[in-house]
């Protein structure tokens, strides 16, 4: 299961090899296209790339998706796709453009494929960010506790280290701490320095990763995790200012799934456990911030019965308060042909 936002009103989801785009004010999904059929999706990941000006592309009608995933036990691949919103006028025209919304390998300016990974390079359970002071660098965290640094502008791995860290490192939480920190440090006359950092939790570790483009170097320290969402992970999780909520999860240890709701605060480096939970344990499911619509869309996973589920729960932030999150849960979930709606508070 995979989900990306695009804008306030749109967001994709992502079903075994099916893609859908989901509008949230019409509360409606449109098919999208197909993986092709030779390509495996047990781990992978999809991100947004920057558009030709190197800024984020904020027009949801056209973007670049990337996918990418795969190990030496399944088959790599690395898609790209030139998407088009379905909702807009432009659609009714997709015979006019070239190899919109459908996956594409990955090329470089020779137009030679490209496949993101090496040999022994696992995927599954894989986490990647976009950054960078171009925002073309994509971030890679991944089983053997590696984070690689992929430069999307020449198509190379530019950097690999292994973390210390004792846990596996795969279905874990990534973010980025609020977005691209520049800092302005001049020393001696020299070039303002930029820096990006990225928040790692997977179980009872959690890590706050510096990267320094300058010098193609990180630096690493540790962060508290507490008692409660120590065993799990599997989670979904999004990043919110200076927050990070997690959903759920999974303890593989004693084969629980949970439903609560913990809350990690960058700014006070403290955590929170809230009294709200979800309607149901669930594990496996994604989470996407709706900026400026002040909610949270949650998707997919499964329950504590291993059942896959076809949920979409919206979670709208009424009240932020250093003690207590205050939300409504819009639960729906789907019958057959027959959509149903239920409450939680």
Known sequence: MCAIQTRTSHLWRLCTKILHFYHILKNEYKFICEYPSDVELRGYCVVKLADNNN?????????????????????????????????????????????????????????????????????????????????????????????????????????????????????????????????????????????????????????????????????????PVCDSTAPFYKYAYVCINDIVLFFGGWNNSNAVVSKSVHMYSIRENKWMTFQNTLISPLRDCVAVLIEGENHIQIIGGSNDKRTLVSTHMKTKVRVWDPSQLVMICLFIYFDENTIKFGCAK
């Open 55 to 223: 800024n984020i592309n904020k027009d949801s009608s056209q973007i670049t998706l990337l996918s990418f995933g795969g190990s030496k036990y399944t088959k790599r691949h690395t898609l790209v796709m030139k998407y088009v919103s379905v909702w807009s006028n432009i659609s009714n025209k997709l015979n006019e453009f070239d190899k919109y919304n459908q996956w594409t390998p990955l090329t470089d300016n020779n137009n030679h494929s490209i496949i993101i990974g090496r040999y022994n390079d696992d995927y599954i359970g894989v986490r990647a960010l976009i950054g960078g002071s171009n925002n073309h660098l994509l971030f890679i965290t991944y089983r053997s506790n590696t984070i690689s640094v992929f430069d999307l502008n020449t198509f190379q791995f530019i950097k690999h280290h292994t973390l210390s860290t004792k846990n596996e490192i795969c279905y874990h939480c990534l973010v980025s701490e609020n977005g691209q920190v520049q800092e302005m440090m001049k020393t001696n006359g020299e070039k303002n320095k930029q820096n990006y950092r990225v928040l790692l939790f997977c179980k009872n570790e959690g890590l706050s990763i510096e990267y320094d483009e300058d010098n193609n170097a990180f630096q690493f320290h540790e962060l």
